[in-house]
């Protein structure tokens, strides 16, 4: 079955700081995606990031970078000098290669950036 | 852009009241979706649609049901709202491919008193 987990349920932080968000996921498919949302106090999840299972590559945009690992099953979110507009709530998601279009979505990590 | 709007921002209704929840997108995505969101829960999959008059149950579909009588519309419909039925409603879309993964709408926020 199809799994993702956030352990880290909320994190505070002083603002510059850098912070990395993790998610760890399961699946048997070969082919998947993985993605990051992020979902501000006023409610929208707004999309980040898509990564598919055959792009182990490193993605870096601007203070935010990604880190995929297949070894150990690991999508982590990295934001460097945070800013207290990162505030949020973020969310990891999985879905199959093939067939449906389901998300599954870890539960979430709210981040608090003090000013 | 893709533009997903949900009828209502907050809504408050009576146990045993039925209650729609309305999601309307204005470019021609086949896919629509309706997640509930709860916390420490996460988002879980309620219902899917592939296609006008096409529906799927998600991981959740107890206590509701869909209509996608127009490609650019897809209603959640709680036919006897329960008090259980409190939480945040996100409707998604996604067009063919996964690129860019969903657009979401901005959420209802539904209160069963």
């Known amino acids: 079955a199809q799994k993702v987990t956030q352990a880290q349920t909320e994190i505070s932080v002083v603002e510059k700081e850098d912070v990395t968000l993790d998610c760890v996921y399961e699946t048997r498919d070969t082919t998947y995606y993985l993605f990051w949302y992020k979902q501000p106090p006023s409610g929208e999840l707004v999309f980040l990031i898509r990564?598919?299972?055959?792009?182990?590559q490193n993605e870096i945009s601007g203070r935010y970078s990604w880190n995929f690992q297949k070894s150990t099953s690991s999508f982590n979110f990295t934001i460097t000098a945070s800013q207290v507009v990162d505030s949020a709530v973020y969310f990891c998601?999985?879905?199959?290669?093939?067939?449906?279009?389901?998300?599954?979505f870890g539960t979430g990590t709210r981040l608090k950036v003090l000013a | 852009d893709v533009k997903v709007t949900q009828s209502s921002r907050y809504l408050v209704k009576r146990t045993g009241e039925k209650v729609f929840l309305e999601c309307v997108q204005d470019m021609d995505h086949e896919n629509m979706f309706w997640y509930r969101q709860d916390p420490g829960l996460g988002l879980r999959l309620i219902y899917f649609?592939?296609?006008?008059?096409?529906?799927e149950k998600g991981d959740i579909p107890e206590g509701y049901s869909v209509s996608r009588e127009k490609k650019e519309r897809f209603s959640l419909i709680l036919e006897s709202a329960s008090t259980n039925q409190t939480s945040m409603y996100l409707c998604?879309?996604?067009?063919?491919?996964?690129?860019?993964?969903?657009?979401f709408g901005s959420g209802t926020r539904l209160t069963v008193v």
């Open positions: 649609s592939y296609d006008v008059k096409m529906k």
């Open positions: 998604a879309t996604m067009g063919q491919g996964r690129f860019y993964g969903y657009t």
């Open positions: 990564r598919n299972s055959f792009d182990e």
């Open positions: 998601a999985l879905s199959e290669g093939t067939g449906t279009y389901k998300y599954i």
